[in-house]
Antibody, heavy 123, light 106 residues
Framework: QVTLKESGPALVKPTQTLTLTCTFSGFSLTASGMRVSWIRQPPGKALEGLAHIDWDDNKFYSTSLRTRLTISKDTSKNQVVLTMTNMDPVDTATYYC???????????????WGQGTMVTVSS | SYEVSQAPSVSVSPGQTANITCSGDALGDRATYWYQQKSGQSPVLVIYRHTKRPSGIPERFSGSSSGDTATLTISATQATDEADYYCQAWDSTNVVFGGGTKLTVL
């Protein structure tokens, strides 16, 4: 069974750095074609892709947030970590991690999601 | 940057067919994905690569795509299908989500 779970602070102050951890099980991020992504959703609003990291350590960041994001992985712990600097109240959202993978030659995006973690940015 | 758009809401009667559309420039040329998000829950993938259904997703859910439009069709809609539905495509390696469509089963 594939599971992902996000963890991190529920409340951060403006200008602080947010660090979120995605701990997963049931698959290996060393396996060819695997990817873990971070996606967020402000209250009542749509989903927004933030960053992803691939099995071969290829990384990608949202164009609009590129300068504030860093993604990394620790395959020995089955974890992916996202840091976001200079947090602002507009960054208040539920942050999800999700797996993507190749399956039978197809790219299957976000086929398993974590439960999400709500982060509020407020002084 | 590439954008896709969805109608904010769609209503359907139980047992009827619901069509939820997603529009974007030449969207039919891009792999399209659909996610169902029930209130207070995480999204669930229901269609990938235009038309394919992940295991465990009922056959009532189907997808199609042509030209500038992708469509998620839910046949014999049930009350449990009431949710927000998001389409998703790729702009190179940048993920693009639609604004979501709230499906109400009246």
């Amino acid at each position: 069974q594939v599971t992902l779970k996000e963890s991190g602070p529920a409340l951060v102050k403006p200008t602080q750095t947010l660090t979120l951890t995605c701990t997963f099980s049931g698959f290996s991020l060393t396996a060819s074609g695997m990817r873990v992504s971070w996606i967020r959703q402000p209250p009542g609003k749509a989903l927004e892709g933030l960053a992803h990291i691939d099995w071969d350590d290829n990384k990608f960041y949202s164009t609009s947030l590129r300068t504030r994001l860093t993604i990394s992985k620790d395959t020995s712990k089955n974890q992916v970590v996202l840091t976001m600097t200079n947090m602002d109240p507009v960054d208040t959202a539920t942050y999800y991690c999700a797996r993507s993978r190749t399956l039978g030659g197809d790219w299957v995006a976000f086929d398993v999601w974590g439960q999400g973690t709500m982060v509020t940015v407020s002084s | 940057s590439y954008e896709v758009s969805q109608a904010p809401s769609v209503s359907v009667s139980p047992g009827q067919t619901a069509n939820i559309t997603c529009s974007g420039d030449a969207l039919g040329d891009r792999a399209t994905y659909w996610y169902q998000q029930k209130s207070g829950q995480s999204p669930v993938l229901v269609i990938y690569r235009h038309t394919k259904r992940p295991s465990g997703i009922p056959e009532r859910f189907s997808g199609s795509s042509s030209g500038d439009t992708a469509t998620l069709t839910i046949s014999a809609t049930q009350a449990t299908d009431e949710a927000d539905y998001y389409c998703q495509a790729w702009d190179s390696t940048n993920v693009v989500f639609g604004g979501g469509t709230k499906l109400t089963v009246l």
